[in-house]
């Protein structure tokens, strides 16, 4: 009896440290590796997880296109499709978005009524800015976008925000983008609170969702290279770095929430605001996936 | 009648060829589409667009609807680096504009 | 209402769609707006407005490049070229566009042939560029494919 009791013990003791472990592995995992759960406070190299994360986005995408070099990525469709391609080269020749930029820079120049001016927002214009954003700003423990930096500049400065995609501040984006061309992305996560946003944007990045219930890894990750009807379906790596994009079908220029909006209308799903925390968290995930690639907005597209 | 039209102009001299390009702001409606409340956005677009190079008239562009959004348009003629040419445009509203390119 | 100099003006501005500016602009060296043509919607109408019923014969020496498929109808780039001697205009017409004359470039003594402009394509249809060079006119086309669109579109 009493070594029955004892194997008994022994057995639920062993089953018990191995739930345990695995209850723990299972932990550690999720920690590393939750697109589905907010983590909690405990002492994660939160940089050293998504760096890893961008590694094998990246990689994903290298690998599945051989023939593009990794810098090339930040063109998008036109990275892997030689027929648009050139029709896009023909319409770099002079771009539609330069009056966009011509007309950004006088707009940025203008200064506010009490005699300050974006130069005091953004000092580092003329050497670029575009690649620093969207950051997270610890004090409102929020992602803010190059378009919501430009907003807080001007009630900052007692001036009424622009509205979101209104063609002042698109353009302002724009030539704030064109200043920038050639610096790289190389956004890091460096606290618990920008993880979260990177986990909230990661999270909805894989989620499907609407009618058609598609995830934006779905295209821009399984089916990326083929085709949706007549469209090649460009890679998820790359998106936002020539944002904003002046779109032919727009005629003008618009910011990735523009496009955001438009994708989640295209799988019937109910679009979220422009600028919401939501698209706000998601556009930080994605230039986090684009670090090592070159700011080259604004850009023209189909 | 006001000189709203922008008209961003660049222009190269290869050879004693000028070739010039340009990108003129307009919206270039056709008067076929209907704007979110269903009514018809009326026609408003280009009509001429002229090179004046030492006084005379070296290229004219007569357009109509079926040109993109911001009309792009590339043509040469033959000058030479330092010169002067004016460009103008005119839309079905008479609005115009103008702008002189200097060839690099 | 009392026919004042302005009133007179304005009506007159809004009687006609285009007018010769011939303050600020040049004498004109070539043809007015052709209204007509630009207004036609069928391709058989805006040739016969803008050339009569003038034979027009296909020819090898102009050059049409266009995109096989277009990527997107809005904006569809266009470059025409010619070597054929003399040519003062090239003409470019959409068949299948609601208004199939598109743009009409017209060259002096000191200009070449060539051309580039973006152009809408409503749907998928033949692109058309006439040369008239010495009175005569030539042409040649091609098939431009314009699609539906899954997400991009």
Redesign the interface.
């Known amino acids: 009896m009493r070594s029955k009791a004892k194997a008994l013990t022994i057995s639920l003791a062993i089953i018990s440290s191995i739930s345990l472990q695995s209850v723990l592995a299972n932990e550690t995992w999720k920690k590393q590796n939750s697109h589905s759960r907010v983590a909690k406070t405990d002492n994660l190299n939160y940089s050293q997880i998504v760096n890893e994360d961008v590694t094998r986005f990246q990689n994903f995408f290298v690998k599945k296109f051989p023939n593009v070099e990794f810098e090339e990525f930040n063109n998008g469709v036109y990275a892997i499709d030689s027929e648009s391609r050139e029709q896009w080269i023909e319409m770099e020749d002079f771009p539609p978005y330069e009056l966009a930029v011509d007309e950004g820079k006088i707009l940025f120049e203008q200064k506010f009524d009490n005699g300050k001016s974006y130069a005091d927002c953004f000092p580092d214009f003329k050497k670029g800015v575009r690649q620093n954003y969207p950051r997270f700003d610890q004090k409102t423990n929020q992602v803010v976008t190059l378009e919501l930096a430009i907003n807080q500049c001007r009630e900052a400065n007692n001036t009424a925000p622009l509205a979101y995609e209104s063609e002042e501040i698109t353009s302002i984006s724009g030539y704030l983008a064109f200043l920038s061309r050639g610096n790289k992305f190389n956004l890091q996560v460096n606290s618990i609170n920008a993880y979260n946003a990177y986990l909230a944007g990661k999270r909805f990045y894989y989620s499907k969702r609407g009618q058609l219930n598609f995830a934006c890894s779905d295209c821009h990750i399984k089916i990326t290279g083929t085709k949706l009807r007549a469209d090649t379906v460009s890679p998820g790596l790359g998106h936002p770095t020539g944002m904003p994009v002046y779109r032919s079908k727009w005629g003008e220029l618009g910011s990735i929430g523009r496009r955001y909006q438009e994708c989640n209308k295209n799988v019937r799903a109910v679009p979220f605001d422009l600028q919401s925390e939501v698209y706000r968290n998601l556009e930080y995930f994605q230039t986090i996936m684009s670090n090592g690639l070159e700011v080259n907005g604004p850009s023209s597209r189909k | 009648m006001s000189k709203s039209i922008k008209i961003k102009v660049k222009a190269r001299e290869k050879n004693g060829i000028v070739q010039a390009k340009l990108l003129v702001k307009h919206p270039m409606e056709s008067g076929l589409r209907k704007d979110k409340n269903g009514e018809t956005i009326p026609i408003h677009h280009l009509t001429q667009l002229y090179a004046e190079y030492q006084g005379n008239t070296v290229f004219q562009a007569d357009f109509g609807p079926g040109v993109a959004k911001d009309p792009f348009l590339a043509f040469a003629f033959k000058g030479k680096s330092g010169d002067e040419f004016l460009v103008k445009a005119v839309d079905t509203k008479q609005q115009t504009g103008e702008v002189k390119a200097v060839v690099k | 209402m009392k026919l004042t100099r302005r009133n007179f003006i304005v009506d007159l ?1 809004k009687g006609s ?3 010769a ?1 011939a303050t ?3 004498t ?4 007015k ?2 209204e007509k043509a ?2 036609a919607k069928q391709l058989k109408q805006a040739l016969e407005s803008k050339y009569g019923k003038q034979q027009i014969v296909d020819s090898g020496d102009i050059l049409l490049k266009a ?6 109808g ?4 266009i470059r025409v070229s010619t070597n054929i001697a003399n040519t003062n205009n090239i003409s470019l017409f ?1 068949k299948d ?12 003594e ?3 042939p ?7 394509m409503a749907k998928t249809s033949e692109v058309i560029a006439i040369v008239e060079a010495d009175g005569k006119l030539y042409q040649t086309k091609q098939l431009v494919k314009v ?7």
């Open positions: 501005l769609s285009f007018i500016l600020s602009f040049p004109m060296a070539f043809a707006w052709n630009f207004k995109p096989t498929i277009a990527e997107n809005a904006v569809v780039p959409v566009n609601p208004t199939p004359l598109i743009a009409s470039l017209n060259f002096g000191t200009s070449i060539e051309i580039q402009i973006r152009i809408r699609t539906i669109g899954g997400c991009g579109g």
